[in-house]
């Protein structure tokens, strides 16, 4: 399996973890949804993330999870979230999925951090705990973490933890820390890949900003690798006018509380999953909710058929 590095582009989706009704792993519906996220032409597969429930699984049920994806995807790349309060948990679920073929882990700063040395000191901790060899994904989510990595504060990370070779980019508002990173590049700094997040919302703006793709989750990934290669063509407008006519979707992904929800429906209306259920604590879409994301499925199909993608 190849590793990530300083050079990952295109679309790294960030996979949901199916259920059964009753909580159960649900793997033969992981084989589909793998292959949906694949045949929609993803570069990789990102698992065990936020929107994965990672936390709701054992580390048992983690291992089996990153067994079964990383066997299904073929050799292409599949980076694992290892992200945990404990640096013991941390390690122990790194090196049993890099020996299973991961292509490195994603680590999110746990809540607490507030100074930039405790930060820097983090993920030189992180490092040394994975093992030499280890790609590293810094996960900047501080809407999430509550953590605030500044472009500066990146700067260092990127200077003292060889090992960090991609920023997972979800900082809100956050296109300015994309062009202060190219920037520090431009004057020397090590390169990284950046990967962007927040359910491709601003992949567009992202992706004229000098992201190298995305690395998120949505139920209709062909959006997001539409969007990409177009960006990456040099074309912004048909980039802009493909990602439009998802955009309510999109925006309805967005909720906090019920966008997984959303997504999981998408998803089993797709066939790609046998149940949109979460395991406990969770929620599911009520009739209402359901109604609008079918509605906004009808509308969508038909604005592609406008562009030529129907």
């Known amino acids: 399996m190849p590793l990530i590095d300083a050079t990952t582009r295109g679309v790294h989706v960030i996979a949901v973890t199916p259920f059964a009704g009753d909580g159960a792993l649900d793997l033969d519906s ?5 292959d949906l996220y694949l045949g929609a032409g993803a570069e990789g597969l990102t698992i065990l993330g936020m929107m994965g429930e990672a ?6 049920e983690s291992r089996a999870v990153a067994a079964r994806v990383i066997a299904r995807a073929g050799g292409r790349p599949v980076v694992v979230g290892v992200s945990a309060p404990g640096l013991a948990a941390i390690g122990e679920l790194t090196r049993a999925v890099m020996d299973l073929g991961a292509a490195g882990v994603m680590v999110a700063p746990p809540a607490g951090l507030r100074t930039d040395e405790s930060i820097l000191g983090y993920y030189a901790l992180v490092a040394e705990t994975a093992g030499a060899g280890v790609p590293l994904v810094v996960q900047d989510f501080p809407l999430a973490s509550g953590v605030q990595i500044s472009p500066a504060t990146f700067g260092r990370i990127v200077a003292g933890v060889p090992q960090v070779v991609m920023l997972k980019h979800e900082d809100w508002p956050g296109l300015a820390k994309i062009t202060a990173i190219r920037a520090a590049e431009a004057a020397g700094q090590r390169r990284v890949s950046i990967l962007c997040g927040n359910g491709g919302l601003f992949l567009p703006e992202e992706m004229a900003r000098g992201a190298d793709g995305a690395m998120t989750g949505f139920a209709f990934p062909e959006m997001m690798v539409g969007v990409v290669a177009a960006a990456a063509a040099g074309d912004m407008d048909r980039a802009q006018d493909l990602f439009d006519a998802y955009l309510p979707l999109v925006r309805y992904e967005q909720q906090p509380g019920i966008g997984l929800a959303a997504r999981k429906h998408a998803l089993w209306r797709r066939g790609a999953i046998a149940s949109p ?3 406990r604590p969770g929620q599911v879409l009520d009739a209402a909710g359901a109604a609008e994301v079918d509605r906004l499925i009808a509308r969508q199909e038909r604005r592609l058929r406008a562009l030529g993608q129907g």
């Open 30 to 34: 992981l084989d589909r949804v793998t």
């Open 277 to 279: 259920a979460q395991r």
């Open 55 to 60: 936390p709701k699984l054992t580390q048992a």
